[in-house]
């Protein structure tokens, strides 16, 4: 199994208004609802000069899908790893369209209507076509928030500032323990569209930041035009990644104890090889979300011909730990992902457990 690790999934989903882990993220379903009043006077102007943590989110959320816009997003860590790429994303009705265009590194390009991603790789003239149900959304709300992200987050509004030529509110999220990461954001200040974020470490470095250098609001993107490119697939193979619906219980696997916050969003078996007897040996993936933050879980069969050493792998706010799982399900692999703090995977492999 491979896992792919760009800087940030999040990064480039809170803007896209739907998309990319699994990784990496991500995937990623905890804050609480906020009342009508709060959330009608959050879409229609400036943002209030008090709100929640799930106001504020909700408001972000609500304008990451509510504008047409293009711009260019540039995505930088710490150690210095530089990404960007154009976004275009186009809301018709009850239509979300986005195509997104890499700028550095391979060619690539992925478009994405509501849940439906197709991936066009130029080099190797292959479009990857997959279904996400849970997408990595940034804020990761979902349809029905539940209470619970203010036991996790405190929000503090830190002033005002201007990104991209928009002025913009500016808020920080401190989490409350060690296990998630805090968070600088700049929210556009009449639609709430995040223009610019940071992630921040328990020493209040920044690991990650993320922001449009360029950017246009209702910008006139036909919807249409982009369906249409995205349905060309002329002179390329498609592949189709059919992920099948699975549960935990089901595929053998249990967390002996809950990590904090972090709630289980979905369990999926991915394509079973031609090697694959009866889907014994496909890799199944786990995911967690605490509304902001997201955890992957691959676990797949240990084999000893083509198993890695155990290992840590960082790219920006992006941690990833490898590790053979001990017995009694030593015959097991874990890779496990997520925009959190090394400790925060490390709980979830301690508590990861075979059932059967």
């Given at each position: 199994?491979?896992?792919?690790?760009?800087?940030?999934?999040?990064?480039?989903?809170?803007?896209?208004?739907?998309?990319?882990?699994a990784?990496?993220?991500?995937?990623?379903t905890?804050?609480?609802?906020?009342?009508?009043?709060?959330?009608?006077?959050?879409?229609?102007?400036?943002?209030?000069?008090?709100?929640?943590?799930?106001?504020?989110?909700q408001?972000?959320?609500?304008?990451?899908?509510?504008?047409n816009y293009?711009?260019?997003?540039?995505?930088?860590?710490?150690?210095?790893d530089?990404?960007?790429?154009?976004?275009?994303?186009?809301?018709?009705?009850?239509?979300?369209?986005?195509?997104?265009?890499?700028?550095s590194?391979?060619p690539?390009?992925?478009?994405?209507?509501?849940?439906?991603?197709?991936?066009?790789?130029?080099?190797?003239?292959?479009?990857?076509?997959?279904?996400?149900?849970?997408?990595d959304?940034?804020?990761?709300l979902?349809?029905?928030?539940?209470?619970?992200?203010g036991?996790?987050?405190?929000?503090?509004?830190?002033?005002?500032?201007?990104?991209?030529?928009?002025?913009?509110?500016?808020?920080?999220?401190v989490?409350?323990?060690?296990?998630?990461?805090?968070?600088?954001?700049?929210s556009?200040?009449r639609?709430?569209?995040?223009?610019?974020?940071?992630?921040?470490?328990?020493?209040s470095?920044?690991?990650?930041?993320?922001?449009?250098?360029?950017?246009?609001?209702?910008?006139p993107?036909?919807?249409?035009?982009?369906?249409?490119?995205m349905?060309?697939?002329?002179?390329y193979r498609?592949?189709?990644?059919?992920l099948?619906?699975?549960?935990?219980?089901?595929?053998?696997?249990?967390l002996?104890?809950p990590?904090?916050?972090?709630?289980?969003?979905?369990?999926?078996r991915?394509?079973?090889?031609?090697?694959?007897?009866?889907?014994?040996?496909?890799?199944?993936?786990?995911?967690?979300?605490d509304?902001?933050?997201?955890?992957?879980?691959?676990?797949?069969?240990?084999?000893?011909?083509?198993?890695?050493?155990?290992?840590?792998?960082?790219?920006?706010?992006?941690n990833?730990?490898?590790?053979?799982?001990?017995e009694?399900?030593?015959?097991?692999?874990?890779?496990?992902v997520?925009?959190?703090p090394?400790?925060?995977l490390?709980?979830?492999a301690?508590?990861?457990?075979?059932?059967?």
């Amino acid at each position: 199994m491979t896992v792919q690790m760009p800087i940030s999934a999040r990064a480039f989903a809170l803007v896209l208004a739907a998309f990319c882990l699994a990784q990496i993220a991500a995937a990623q379903t905890r804050p609480g609802s906020a009342n009508a009043k709060g959330t009608a006077s959050a879409q229609a102007g400036d943002a209030p000069p008090s709100m929640s943590v799930v106001e504020w989110l909700q408001r972000m959320h609500t304008g990451a899908r509510q504008r047409n816009y293009v711009g260019t997003f540039v995505v930088s860590a710490a150690g210095g790893d530089l990404s960007s790429a154009r976004i275009w994303h186009v809301r018709d009705g009850d239509l979300q369209i986005e195509r997104i265009e890499a700028l550095s590194g391979p060619p690539r390009s992925t478009f994405r209507r509501n849940h439906h991603v197709m991936t066009f790789l130029p080099e190797a003239k292959v479009v990857k076509v997959e279904k996400r149900e849970n997408l990595d959304l940034f804020p990761n709300l979902p349809d029905k928030p539940d209470s619970s992200i203010g036991d996790f987050y405190d929000v503090r509004a830190i002033g005002k500032d201007r990104v991209a030529g928009f002025d913009a509110d500016v808020v920080q999220l401190v989490p409350h323990d060690g296990l998630r990461f805090g968070y600088r954001i700049w929210s556009e200040r009449r639609s709430g569209l995040v223009v610019k974020l940071q992630t921040v470490d328990a020493e209040s470095r920044v690991v990650e930041q993320s922001a449009f250098s360029e950017l246009q609001l209702d910008a006139p993107v036909k919807a249409q035009a982009l369906a249409q490119m995205m349905t060309n697939t002329s002179g390329y193979r498609v592949e189709k990644l059919e992920l099948e619906r699975t549960s935990a219980q089901d595929e053998g696997w249990v967390l002996k104890a809950p990590v904090a916050g972090f709630k289980p969003r979905s369990f999926y078996r991915r394509p079973a090889g031609s090697d694959d007897k009866a889907g014994q040996d496909r890799t199944v993936q786990w995911t967690f979300s605490d509304g902001l933050a997201s955890v992957s879980l691959f676990i797949e069969r240990y084999d000893e011909k083509r198993a890695p050493r155990d290992g840590v792998l960082t790219i920006g706010a992006t941690n990833a730990i490898r590790r053979r799982l001990p017995e009694p399900a030593s015959d097991w692999w874990l890779t496990a992902v997520g925009e959190v703090p090394q400790q925060t995977l490390n709980a979830f492999a301690q508590s990861l457990a075979r059932t059967r």
